[in-house]
């Protein structure tokens, strides 16, 4: 692994199916993000957490759920999935020096039917 | 409200010089970011501003004008493979990114 892992790639989901999207960073970042992004729409912030053992609420949290046990893994959990959940999502990992960015996942394209 | 605004896309030929403006208000200001999204992939950072000013990296520089709450991204000598769309976020006071829905770039032979 080098940088962030995502899984799956892509997934089709039928509407009212409970799914959740992996995330996995191997450099150790504290501060880790969940994004949607939508055509014409900017990145949008689901959830965040800082440090393990935290989580926030971001622009977007609606239908959306977190945990983040450990410093590697900040899995997404779709309860009951709506179409209007279709979206690319993006996992995201951040050192504490800001001047450095983000670094993103290769995204997850989700189409729930 | 947080607001990013950048020009939905652009046009450009290759070799030559195209400039991306980005306008944006903010509660607070922590810096800056460009980054580089090729269609189906994850965005890829450009550059950071914090201070006003130039930036230079190579084919790319970016300009901070913080009392004008203004950016640009210019691109130099463009290349088929620059064709993307080009993201600009502001880091606000609670150190989270806010995005811009992103500038594509077009580039023709």
């Known amino acids: 692994i080098a940088g962030i892992t995502q899984a799956p790639t892509s997934q089709i989901l039928a509407a009212g199916r409970r799914m959740t999207l992996r995330c996995t960073q191997d450099?150790?970042?504290?501060?880790m993000y969940w994004y949607r992004q939508d055509l014409g729409l900017g990145l949008r912030l689901i959830h965040y957490?800082?440090?393990?053992?935290?989580?926030g609420k971001g622009e977007v949290p609606d239908g959306y759920s977190v945990s983040r046990a450990n410093t590697d893994d900040f899995p997404l959990t779709l309860a009951s999935a709506v179409p209007s959940q279709t979206s690319v999502y993006f996992c995201?990992?951040?050192?504490?020096?800001?001047?450095?960015?983000?670094?993103f996942g290769s995204g997850t394209r989700l189409t729930v039917v | 409200g947080q607001n990013i605004d950048q020009p939905t896309e652009m046009t450009a030929t290759e070799g030559a010089i195209v400039q991306i403006n980005c306008t944006y208000q903010?509660?607070?200001?922590?810096?800056l970011f460009w980054y580089q999204q090729h269609a189906g992939e994850a965005p890829t950072f450009l550059s950071y501003?914090?201070l006003d000013g130039l930036e230079e990296k190579g084919r790319f520089s970016s300009f901070l004008s913080r009392s004008k709450g203004y950016s640009y991204l210019l691109l130099k000598e463009l290349q088929m493979k620059d064709s993307a769309s080009y993201l600009c976020?502001?880091?606000?006071?609670?150190?989270?990114?806010?995005w811009g829905a992103g500038t594509k770039l077009i580039i023709k032979p």
């Open positions: 995201a990992s951040s050192e504490g020096d800001s001047r450095y960015g983000y670094t």
């Open positions: 501003n914090v």
């Open positions: 450099m150790r970042h504290n501060a």
């Open positions: 903010t509660s607070g200001f922590n810096g």
């Open positions: 976020a502001v880091m606000d006071s609670n150190y989270q990114l806010i």
């Open positions: 957490s800082n440090t393990a053992g935290t989580t």
